[in-house]
């Protein structure tokens, strides 16, 4: 059973990068049949899909964050990243990183980390 | 982009009655990759249906999903006490993947 866990500062300046990093144990991040993502959730909202990564590096950004948004893996480590750089309010959210396998959507997701956008 | 449109946005119902929720999208969805997640305050989704009809491993036989094209519905047989919560749609076919804005099952 796969588990993920996100880690990352909680509170972010504007107009810096915030930077989060997943974790995932019960199986292997380099699983050839799983990718992986980011979601964010802003405080009472819905949610919205990051970015997704396969474990050869292959990346998919949503278009409304392509060019903020840089999404990483690290198979010796287990983990893969988000940087989402020149933050503002509106990027206060809960980040949850996410599991996936194959073509089906997302079933294996961390706890969430709330990032607050202040200075 | 595919834009889902979920309604209504809250629905007011008792334990043991039927709940039914529905999403429609703006273009049609790829091969039916249309799936349906539950969020309880404070908690990540959790993943009920996928492929618009299948339900994931573990999820009660109560909860079903049906549709295609554009129009797809979650129906709850029988409401039980923990199924109180938020219900999104979401469609991962085609990228971006985006989600509806959320149905609220609140207790009447």
């Known amino acids: 059973q796969l588990q993920l866990q996100e880690s990352g500062p909680g509170l972010v300046k504007p107009s810096e990068t915030l930077s989060l990093t997943c974790t995932v144990s019960g199986g292997s991040i380099s699983s050839s049949s799983y990718y992986w993502g980011w979601i964010r959730q802003p405080p009472g909202k819905g949610l919205e899909w990051i970015g997704s990564?396969?474990?050869?590096?292959?990346?998919y950004y949503n278009p409304s964050l392509k060019s903020r948004v840089t999404i990483s893996v690290d198979t010796s480590k287990n983990q893969f990243s988000l940087k989402l750089s020149s933050v503002t309010a509106a990027d206060t959210a809960v980040y949850y990183c996410?599991?996936?396998?194959?073509?089906?959507?997302?079933?294996?997701w961390g706890q969430g980390t709330l990032v607050t956008v202040s200075s | 982009e595919i834009v889902l449109t979920q309604s209504p946005g809250t629905l007011s119902l008792s334990p043991g009655e039927r709940a039914t929720l529905s999403c429609r999208a703006s273009?049609?969805?790829?091969?039916?990759?249309l799936a349906w997640y539950q969020q309880k305050p404070g908690q990540a989704p959790r993943l009920l249906i996928y492929g618009a009809s299948s339900r994931a491993t573990g999820i009660p036989d109560r909860f079903s999903g049906s549709g295609s094209g554009t129009d797809f519905t979650l129906t709850i047989s029988r409401l039980e006490p923990e199924d109180f919560a938020v219900y999104y749609c979401?469609?991962?076919?085609?990228?971006?993947?985006?989600f509806g804005q959320g149905t609220k099952v609140e207790i009447k």
């Open positions: 273009q049609s969805v790829s091969s039916s990759y």
């Open positions: 996410a599991g996936r396998n194959g073509p089906d959507p997302f079933d294996y």
């Open positions: 979401q469609q991962y076919g085609s990228s971006p993947e985006t």
């Open positions: 990564i396969y474990y050869s590096g292959s990346t």
